[in-house]
């Protein structure tokens, strides 16, 4: 369950952090940490355009995406105290897959 | 059951009485009797735990015919029963658009041959004896002969329908050659015999006897099931014969050849490590092969009959497993092996008549199996793009469908066999993996191919544009796989344990409640359950989400420009396996042509470009063979002069020598 928390808050800050040190060493101010999430913010607002070609599989596959990532990272472990949310036998070929 | 099953048999011959619509329904009821009897047995068997042995007929050519039911067999049955089934349903629509060219004989025959086909099948898991189970196995060659060539008035058909038939009996040949061997050293014709094989004859070229018996059978039963390098039947065998049919005879006749392995390996007394190296090495050859040559492909059809090949590789190395295991009494390895390829077995069946319905549904529609002429189906048949995409899903070995439990089975055995002592068993498990994720790569490369340019993007040409959704009994048809893909992926555990039931005969001292391997597949199922659960959550969030804001459809590549064609402006089937052929060359015969520019040629005109590939085993191993045997028989045929008097002349030569060779005294 830690390992499960901590990937989530690293997947909040991280993105923001490496931003800022690369504004820093460009001699930048920079953009504020949590930028990312304000721009998922915006896009959520936005609407969508769509391919006429395209079909129900280009609005299926990011979800997909999204739900496999969050159920990959119930496999993963944070050093030996905490153990991963999900484990067994083989699990890292499920993990791979 | 046993007059049911007789009475089923003789009223089969009076279909050609019927209409062309009657004989469906005629037949279909006389199925629906043989499905529920044999079934009936079979299920009785599996609850129980007893053989079924029962006297049919008892004077058959001087024998007794007894069939003999175990678990094996009953397992073997059920997923019989359960292929023909969807693939008779499928069938009565399929048929529909020859009703009209077709007189009710071609179509009583169609459908009798289909019955003929299903009970061979039946026979063939049931018998034990050689000389029935050989006329069982014949039959089932010859009725699926018959109904590869359903549309006889092609030439083409025709040719595939003979090569195919031609192949079939070099198997039969071997097999009567196995059994014949076993009959000479036992005394006893049939799988019966095998039992009493004795390991004291001498070694063959540094081999024991057992190993080259068990060879001639698995030339015998490996052409049936499509092994490397027997396999140049099944490409062309498949295309041809009618999408159900196709489906039957990949998701289960190519089987059979499987269950003679499995039953001459269970039958043997003793395993060698020669035998299960050599199950290992040709099921991997078998495997990669099957699967390269599937990617260059451009005929749906072909592609989905190379993939035969390769799942047939993947059971090859679970039976390859099983056999090292027992050989090095690991009996955990073993189990784990021969769960996998019996699983593999039912869930092959599944995916792969799924796959054929669907890609037969994009054929009766479109009337084209070529790639580079459909795409953009989605939108016209969503259906049918649904069924192939869970068949692709499953047979490329990605959770949660059922072709990622039988393949985590397998690789777990693998995984095991790594931590035994040793260096040569554990490189071979290390193979057994390599091989394994290689197969499983491409394969999910392949599928996103067949998918990727049938489905989506834009119609390559008018047939493509116009396609319309398919009857409702074709989609019911391809419902029952699917529940069942999907059943299997949620519940493997069940399905594990229905598998270890069947094993328990040959592991009797083995505790299955120990594998540790039954909790990951509670998990599995679980992650799987979660995964459908939050797609669908997800799904409705965005829905939600979107409801209240604007969206807008417009064509790709627009950008105001309103000539783009968005047809020629997408990849097709060689482009996407461009890059792969260049790799890959060494494992088929690339005869495509190619673009070149001459100097001057300063405006350039329109050029064409073709591309094709053989399959190398069958252009550089077989067509020499059969040529030089055709060389020999052209000049035979010398005696063939046409005249009538010639004839009568060869009795009269033959009577002459018979009596000056008697008068000598030499015979």
Known sequence: ?97 | MNTVILVVFVLSWFTFVFSKKQSYWYIFLLELALWISTSYLAINVLISGNEYVSELISNFYFHPLIIKIDKLSAFFILIINFTSLSSFIYAKQYLAPYLKEKSAFNFALHYFNFFMLNFAMLFVVMLSDGIAFLLAWELMSLSSFLLVIFESNKPDIIKTGIKYLVQMHVGYLFLVAGFVIVYAVTGDFGFEGIKHLVEKTPLIVGLPTNFWIFIVFFIGFGIKAGFFPLHSWLPHAHPAAPSHVSGLMSGIMIKMGIYGIIRILFNLPELNLSIGIFILLISIFTGVFGVMSAIVQHDLKKLLAFHSIENIGIIGIGIGLGVLGEVYHQPVIAVLGWAGALLHILNHSLFKSLLFYAAGSVYIKTHTRNLNKLGGLIKKMPFTAFAFLIGAIAISGIPPFNGFISEFIIYNGFFDGIKQGGLAFPMLMMFGILALALIGGLAMFCFTKAFGVVFLGTARSKEAEHAVEVAPSIRFAEILPIFWIIIIGVLPVYFFNFINSILQERFPLFEFKQLAISNSLKWIGIIGAILWLSIWLFYVIRKLILKRKKVIYADTWGCGYTAANPVTNQYNASSFAANFKRIANPVFVDLSSEITYEDKEVFPVKKSYKTHVEDKVEFKFIMPIANNILHYVKKIAVLQTGKIQDYILYPLLFIIIMIVLTVLNII
């Open chain 1, 1 to 97: 369950m830690v390992s499960f928390l901590l990937i989530l808050f690293c997947a909040i800050v991280f993105p923001g952090i490496i931003a800022k040190t690369k504004a820093k060493f460009s001699g930048r101010k920079g953009a504020s940490i949590l930028q990312p999430w304000f721009d998922i913010f915006k896009l959520f607002k936005k609407g969508s355009i769509f391919s006429t070609t395209t079909s129900i599989i280009f609005q299926l596959s990011p979800i997909i995406n999204f739900v496999i990532l969050i159920i990959a990272v119930l496999f993963i472990p944070f050093g030996n105290k905490f153990p991963a949310f999900i484990h067994f036998q083989g699990d890292f070929l499920l993990f791979i897959c």
